[in-house]
């Protein structure tokens, strides 16, 4: 194998000697000779200056067509304002016009906001439809939070520029006209009250009557399984002890059993109160503690489990989270 690597070498050596020492010419790509101008390494180029013939032509194809953009500054429009940018832009604008009056007037005066103008903000989905932008509502909470503090200040020394910008987000009704009306009872007479309970919603007529009772065109015992249903149905009656006095005929629809029932319990509470309007007392929380306590010490048990029949119950059902079974409850832990 070496004696072949030493020949091949030798033949490599032997090719050099008889190759010729000039250089040779290298192959160049033909060239065309260029029509406007020549490219050349010196300084002193040669322009082909173009025939009149030509010049006139290109002046009659300016004159045919005009030249676009002729006295215009910009080529695309520039939005007026930075917001423009911004995930809501006209959104934004507000607020950076009311933090800027802020910003301005802080030094002025302030009254408590108890005595401040009573004023009824637009909510955030009416916002939200008005400028068909998707408002956070952390955001609007920031903004009408900016508001109230600039509807603070002093009645006698407000700004006007600053009654008008908080015009945006004023609600065109009137606070003082939204007041609940009367229920009276009808000419049948028949007093309604509306109830709710979580997700139910329960309407009921209440009338004097025997007792009767139905749900849905069902009685007591086949609207209600359980009990205690039963009982939280009827529980204004009987806890003020007219259960055999007025008769109820009730709608209810949503949610499972014990929120109908409870959201029944509020509406015969309601209709309750407009035919006999001194039971109110009786019926709210903590009131007949007094009146009970001197006839009988077990009536007073009795009407403090009573108390609440005309109060809404706020509480709803709490919502999964990730990572848990339930709404509280965690995964067990396992060491291995």
Same mark, same amino acid.
């Given at each position: 194998?070496? #004696?072949?690597? /030493?020949?091949?070498r030798?033949?490599?050596?032997q ?9 040779q ?10 029509a406007?101008?020549?490219i050349?390494?010196e300084t002193?180029?040669?322009?082909v200056?173009?025939?009149p013939?030509?010049?006139a ?12 953009? /002729?006295? *215009?500054? !910009? ?12 995930? +809501? ?14 910003? $301005?007037?802080?030094?002025?005066? &302030?009254?408590?906001?108890?005595n401040?103008?009573? #004023?009824?903000w637009? %909510?955030?989905?009416e916002?939200r439809?008005?400028l068909?932008?998707?408002? @956070?509502?952390s955001?609007?909470? $920031?903004? &009408? ?7 603070? =200040? ?5 700004? +006007? ?16 006209m939204?007041v609940? !009306?009367?229920? =009276? &009872?009808? $000419?049948?007479?028949?007093a309604?009250?509306?109830? @709710?309970? %979580?997700?139910s ?8 009557? #025997? ?10 015992s /086949?609207?209600?399984?359980r009990v ?9 009656? /009987?806890?003020? +002890? ?19 029932? +409870? ?6 509470? $309601?209709?309750? &109160? ?10 709210? %929380?903590?009131m007949c503690?007094i009146?009970?306590? *001197?006839?009988?010490?077990?009536? *007073?048990?009795?009407?403090m ?5 005309? #109060?809404?119950?706020?509480r ?12 509280? %409850?965690m995964?067990?832990?396992?060491k291995?």
């Amino acid at each position: 194998m070496s #004696t072949f690597t /030493q020949s091949l070498r030798q033949l490599r050596c032997q090719g050099k000697a008889f190759r010729a020492p000039w250089p040779q010419p290298a192959w160049q790509r033909a060239s065309f000779p260029l029509a406007i101008r020549t490219i050349a390494t010196e300084t002193s180029t040669s322009i082909v200056e173009p025939k009149p013939d030509a010049l006139a032509l290109s002046t009659d194809a300016n004159s045919k067509f005009a030249m676009p953009f /002729q006295g *215009v500054d !910009h080529a695309r429009a520039v939005p007026l304002s930075a917001s423009y940018f911004s995930r +809501e832009p006209q959104f934004n604008e507000m607020y950076l016009r009311i933090a800027r009056l802020l910003t $301005k007037y802080h030094a002025l005066p &302030i009254v408590p906001s108890s005595n401040a103008p009573p #004023t009824a903000w637009v %909510k955030l989905q009416e916002m939200r439809s008005k400028l068909g932008e998707p408002i @956070k509502a952390s955001h609007y909470a $920031k903004v &009408i939070r900016v508001a109230k503090r600039l509807n603070q =200040i002093e009645p006698s020394l407000f700004p +006007e520029e600053v009654r008008a910008a908080l015009e945006e987000f004023k609600r065109d009704i009137n606070p003082f006209m939204n007041v609940p !009306h009367e229920v =009276i &009872i009808d $000419k049948y007479g028949r007093a309604v009250g509306v109830g @709710k309970r %979580k997700e139910s919603t329960a309407r009921a007529w209440v009338v004097e009557g #025997t007792g009767e009772v139905l749900i849905n065109g069902k009685t007591l015992s /086949q609207a209600f399984g359980r009990v205690h249903d039963r009982e939280s149905a009827v529980w204004a009656l /009987q806890a003020t +002890e007219r259960l055999d006095k007025y008769n109820i005929w009730a709608l209810v629809e949503g949610g499972g059993t014990t929120g109908q029932a +409870e959201a029944l319990t509020l509406a015969v509470a $309601k209709a309750l &109160i407009v035919h006999e309007p001194a039971l109110k007392t009786a019926l709210r %929380k903590g009131m007949c503690l007094i009146i009970s306590i *001197v006839t009988n010490y077990f009536a *007073v048990t009795n009407h403090m489990f009573a108390a609440g029949c005309i #109060t809404r119950d706020p509480r709803t059902v709490e919502r999964k989270k990730h990572g848990h079974v339930k709404a509280r %409850k965690m995964p067990a832990w396992v060491k291995r």
